[in-house]
C-alpha cells in the first residue's frame, strides 16, 4: 500500500485529504509544517508527497526544493491557493510533479495521485505492460504479444514517454526538445515523421493508439 504525506497548515482540509485519501486505499500521514514532515520522512518511506505552498517558517518552495535534493524521483504535488503562473514555474522549476489550485476536487485528487504513483513506478521499474504489449527501457527493446517491434532508439524514446503519459498532449516542439539536439537541422515536420512511423510498426498492437490533436500534437491512448 503506497505512503502518502500531506503538508498541510490548515488542520481541517489536512485532516479531510488524509481521510480521503485514506479511504481511496492509501496510507497516509499528515503534518502541519515542513519540519515535521522532515521528522516523518527520517522515520518512514513515503511514495508520494502533497504539499502546500504557503506554511509558517518553510515555504513550500524551499520544502520540495530540500526534498529534491535528497530524493529525484519521489512525486511531489503542490495543492494550493496560489493560482498565478510565476508560482507554478518556480514549482515545476524547482522539480514538482503536478500543481492543483485550492478549492481541491478530491475526486481529482485522487485521480491525480493514482497517475503520480504509476508514473513513479514507471520510472523506477524502467518497464511498461499493457495487455501483451511490453517496453523495457533497459533493455529497449519493445514487443507486442511475444514479437519484436523494431524501434530506433529515438523511436522508442518517444513511444515510452508518451504511454508512460497516456492522454497527456504532447506538442510537436516539446517532442522535438526533448528528443532531438540543440544543434539538429530537422524541423517540426521530422516529429511528424516519427509519429507515422510509429504508428506503422504498431499498427499490430491493439492495446494503445497515437492519436493527433489538431493544432497541438499527439497524445497516446490506451484502448
Known amino acids: 500500500m503506497p505512503n502518502i504525506l500531506v503538508v498541510e497548515d490548515d488542520v481541517p482540509l489536512n485532516r479531510i485529504v488524509c481521510r480521503y485519501l485514506t479511504g481511496a486505499g492509501y496510507d497516509v500521514s499528515g503534518c502541519s509544517n515542513p519540519d515535521e514532515a522532515f521528522d516523518r520522512m527520517d522515520k518512514t518511506s513515503f511514495d508520494l508527497i502533497i504539499s502546500d505552498i504557503m506554511m509558517p517558517g518553510m515555504d513550500g518552495f524551499l ?5 529534491r535534493q535528497g530524493d529525484r524521483n519521489i512525486p511531489i504535488l ?3 491557493a496560489r493560482d498565478d503562473m510565476p508560482s507554478k514555474q518556480k514549482g515545476f522549476k524547482i522539480g514538482i510533479d503536478d500543481y492543483m489550485v485550492k478549492p481541491v476536487e478530491m475526486d481529482e485528487l485522487v485521480l491525480r495521485v493514482g497517475a503520480l504513483l504509476r508514473r513513479a513506478h514507471i520510472q523506477s521499474e524502467r518497464k511498461i505492460t499493457i495487455g501483451t504489449f511490453e517496453m523495457n527501457a533497459d533493455e529497449m527493446s519493445a514487443s507486442s504479444d511475444g514479437k519484436e517491434i523494431p524501434l530506433t532508439v529515438r523511436e522508442f524514446n518517444i513511444l515510452f514517454k508518451m504511454l508512460s503519459y497516456p492522454k497527456k498532449t504532447f506538442s510537436r516542439q516539446a ?3 526533448e528528443f532531438w539536439d540543440d544543434d539538429s537541422e530537422s524541423g517540426l515536420r521530422a516529429v511528424d515523421v516519427y509519429i507515422t512511423k510509429l504508428r506503422d510498426k504498431c499498427a499490430a498492437c491493439t492495446e494503445f493508439k497515437i492519436v493527433t490533436i489538431h493544432g497541438l500534437g499527439y497524445k497516446a491512448v490506451i484502448l
Do not use: I, Y
Open 175 to 177: 517532442l522535438m526538445d
Open 63 to 67: 520544502f520540495a526544493e530540500a526534498v
Open 78 to 80: 503542490f495543492m494550493t
